[in-house]
């Protein structure tokens, strides 16, 4: 199977091709439907993938590690902490020594450049698990798990209110190569970077979606089939906790604001939820939450992803 994807980096949605993405969601949902069987799918036997965290994590760990481990190979768990990086090993060494133990890595870190110059001097696929920049696997999750809900994805709308941050940029890039049209609602000072939206935008003209950037969260929300929210205050942020909370207050995800959307609009987050910030209790507990099921699909999308980058084949 020829899919164009083995042996690549991912480290931005933008990088792929509409047709990539789509190809990334339909191994995907193969995938899913076999694990839900109880089928083993061993593609990736005895592939080592080298997971690199300066961040903590729940879903990043627990879903790459699983998903290796279910393809038939090993997650090998690389505290960033312990590693030379911090003592003076410069990225480019660790890429060229990684990449004679390894068949791939994932790394989950703050600046987005060390990702970049990991792939650029490993030898081995490199997998953006996460940089203060962009979310690509989060995000891909969330289109696949839009395109199972409504069993389509061009004429949606997704609403995304609150933080510009690294996760409204991957959504950007995300709706822009699959063809969904997307509202981004931000106070001001916490908009998405002009340059991704740029970028999005050039995609877009290709996909044929939408792409709005405003202030009002109520006119983001407004006919929109899927609703979005994130922290407000990422890690690495902490000390601007009080001023974040103060200025996003009027973007929280509550009761109020999905019932400006259509009446059967889902909802979701990437989680960790500060639950009674960004989104309330009634409504991520609510019956148009899917925010579970999206998380589930960090799963059977990275395995997708590590399928397709790291088979042999």
Not at 194 to 204: G, H, P, S, T
């Amino acid at each position: 199977m020829a899919y164009g994807l083995r042996g690549r980096d991912l480290l931005s949605i933008h990088d792929l091709t509409t047709r990539e993405v789509f190809t990334i969601f339909d191994v995907a949902a193969e995938l899913k439907r076999l694990s839900k069987e109880g089928k083993k799918t061993h593609i990736l036997p005895g592939k080592i993938l080298g997971m690199i965290f300066q961040k903590p994590s729940t879903r990043t760990r627990v879903s790459f590690e699983v998903g290796i481990f279910q393809l038939g190979g090993y997650g090998l768990f690389l505290n960033a902490q312990d590693m030379q990086l911090r003592r003076g090993e410069t990225i480019a060494d660790t890429a060229r020594v990684l990449s004679r133990y390894l068949d791939g890595i994932m790394i989950r870190t703050f600046d987005h450049k060390d990702v970049e110059e990991l792939a650029q001097y490993a030898s081995i696929p490199v997998i953006n698990g996460l940089t203060d920049l962009l979310h690509p696997c989060q995000a891909l999750a969330d289109y696949f798990t839009i395109l199972e809900k409504f069993d389509r994805i061009e004429g949606l709308k997704i609403a995304y209110v609150g933080d510009g941050n690294n996760m409204a940029h991957s959504l950007l890039f995300g709706a822009a190569k699959v063809g969904m049209d997307i509202s981004i609602a931000t106070p001001a000072g916490y908009e998405p970077s002009e340059e991704i939206v740029r970028l999005a935008k050039e995609d877009a003209m290709k996909s044929g979606s939408q792409i709005e950037i405003m202030r009002s969260p109520f006119e983001a929300v407004a006919n929109a089939h899927v609703i979005y929210t994130d922290v407000w205050t990422s890690m690495g942020q902490e000390k601007e906790h009080d001023e974040r909370v103060e200025a996003l207050k009027p973007y929280q995800v509550n009761q109020r604001l999905v019932e400006e959307a259509k009446p059967d609009v889902l909802v979701m987050h990437c989680l960790p939820a500060h639950r009674g910030e960004e989104i309330t209790d009634e409504v991520i507990d609510g019956p148009h939450s899917i925010v579970f099921d999206q998380a589930e699909n960090r799963l059977h999308v990275q395995k997708a992803i590590m399928a397709l980058l790291m088979r042999d084949l």
